[in-house]
């Protein structure tokens, strides 16, 4: 893996952004070189999810920032956006209903859920949490030992996720991610 193809993954929590989600995408664009968003707000209803999406995708397109939609396969359907991430087991019911999408993301915790989602079709994964975080109080990180392993445990990408910062990005890089996200980071 070159330098350059280490991805950056903006992850919104909109309990946590400064401003209005699309204003704080807009932002988050101007100060940093995000590669993708997943709009993960997983505590909206279908519906709220749907009305915030259309907002979201609209400053996702302004920002040349592709968007995937998060858990809500209807939705994402419905908006026509092929992208979507889901839990190991929401792709385990959804599994037949997604044939529709190009990129399936799915969050993983070990690299015996890794390989499952690979041979469920995911497209890329999201490994976690790999260090202490506040979104995660009070459990310890599972590490870069963890991170390594998903990685060489399948042939697609895996982002690291959890606790991720500028003073460790570098070992996040070195366990073999293609990259990391980040929530707290962008949304404050």
Request: glycine share 8%; proline share 4%; net charge negative.
């Amino acid at each position: 893996m070159t330098m350059c193809s280490y991805k950056r993954i903006a992850v919104t929590a909109s309990k946590l952004a400064q401003l209005p989600l699309p204003e704080q995408i807009r932002k988050v664009a101007k100060l940093h070189k995000i590669d993708m968003l997943i709009l993960r707000e997983k505590e909206l209803t279908e519906e709220k999810y749907e009305a915030l999406a259309l907002e979201v995708l609209e400053a996702c397109k302004e920002e040349g920032i592709p968007c995937v939609l998060h858990s809500f396969v209807q939705v994402a359907e419905k908006l026509g956006v092929k992208k979507i991430h889901l839990p190991l087991e929401r792709l385990k019911k959804e599994q037949k209903n997604l044939s529709f999408f190009d990129t399936i993301g799915v969050s993983v915790h070990s690299s015996e859920e890794a390989k499952e989602a690979y041979h469920l079709g995911a497209t890329y994964l999201t490994a976690g949490h790999v260090f202490e975080t506040d979104c995660k109080k009070g459990l310890p990180g599972r590490g870069l030992g963890f991170l390594q392993e998903v990685c060489q445990a399948v042939p697609i990408p895996v982002y690291g996720i959890g606790g991720i910062d500028d003073d460790n990005t570098e070992q996040v890089k070195k366990a073999g991610a293609a990259g990391e996200c980040r929530m707290s980071y962008y949304m404050e």
